[in-house]
């Protein structure tokens, strides 16, 4: 039995959906289906049931996913022994793209760590593929914001903050404004990160909320993009306040009155020791 074979299992579960799996997995749906009928074959019984909205776990399946579970989690304490007395300690960190452009490299620089362990980072868009890649043990600790989302992970909240307009300092719709009222932006066109992360999905829910639809001019993959559209006057955009970093002197800000909306961030890792380095390593009041 290979671990592999196990952990395209577990995604599987997780997801109840082969398309979702091989998406998250990055692999095609065909090779999905065979490490997932090798386990079958290596375990001697059928694990996933089909459904007209997926795949459901049969009985055999739930003892799998239960028991494989603590096999991978005992393979990745094992090897992070070994990498400890081989003095090759490392850690993988899921992040947004824009924490990791931005919050990350201000908050090591501030608190470097001489001689401590090795950090490797990689970005996600949604609290979804961080998620996951945090139980399939892709990552050993995720920054995102999981205000909705239940776990049984170590947590600890870092910040919060605003999302404001960002234009072009030639609009003359905002010249001279202290700040701008959301029903004076409501029915504009914006530039906007994907549709489907997580900073997008709170805007559309908070415009929802407020009976507005939050409509897409153009969408990109990465903030430093809207941000240079903006600086090309090609449009306005509503981001978190991290973005602020790095501006274009070109681009301005402004708070948004009657939209008092949020993106949070916390650290969630699957062990509370590491949980507790991580910290010290970003500089956590709580740790220093």
């Not at 997780?14 to 979702?20: A, D, G, H, V």
């Not at 375990?43 to 603590?70: C, H, N, Y």
């Not at 009222?181 to 559309?204: G, H, M, V, Y």
């Amino acid at each position: 039995m290979k671990t592999e074979w196990l952990e395209a299992f577990h995604v599987t579960a997780e997801t109840s959906s082969l398309t979702k799996a091989s998406e998250l997995l990055h692999m095609t749906q065909p090779a999905l289906s065979k490490q997932i009928k090798n386990l079958e074959q290596a375990v001697g019984a059928p694990l996933f049931t089909r459904t007209t909205s997926g795949v459901s776990l049969t009985p055999a399946g739930e003892i799998v996913f239960k028991d494989g579970q603590k096999i991978l989690e005992q393979l990745d304490d094992m090897q992070r022994k070994i990498d400890q007395l081989q003095g090759q300690t490392s850690f993988t960190l899921g992040s947004w793209p824009s924490v990791a452009m931005s919050y990350l490299p201000q908050h090591f620089a501030n608190h470097p760590t001489v001689g401590g362990p090795e950090l490797k980072i990689k970005t996600a868009h949604t609290y979804i593929e961080l998620m996951a890649g945090l139980e399939q043990h892709q990552y050993d600790a995720v920054l995102l914001d999981d205000r909705q989302i239940e776990h049984p992970y170590p947590s600890t909240h870092l910040y919060t903050e605003p999302f404001l307009l960002y234009f072009h300092e030639a609009d003359e719709r905002f010249e001279g404004c202290v700040d701008v009222r959301f029903d004076q932006i409501e029915a504009s066109s914006f530039l906007s990160l994907p549709i489907d992360c997580d900073s997008t999905n709170i805007l559309k829910a908070a415009f929802a909320e407020r009976g507005a639809t939050y409509t897409v001019a153009s969408e990109m993959e990465f903030g430093s993009s809207v941000l240079g559209f903006i600086r090309a006057k090609l449009g306005i955009a509503i981001l978190p306040a991290i973005f602020q970093d790095g501006l274009p002197p070109e681009v301005r800000t402004l708070p948004i009155t009657g939209f008092d909306v949020t993106r949070e961030l916390s650290l969630v890792t699957r062990d509370a020791e590491h949980h507790q380095t991580l910290l010290r390593m970003i500089g956590h009041p709580r740790n220093r």
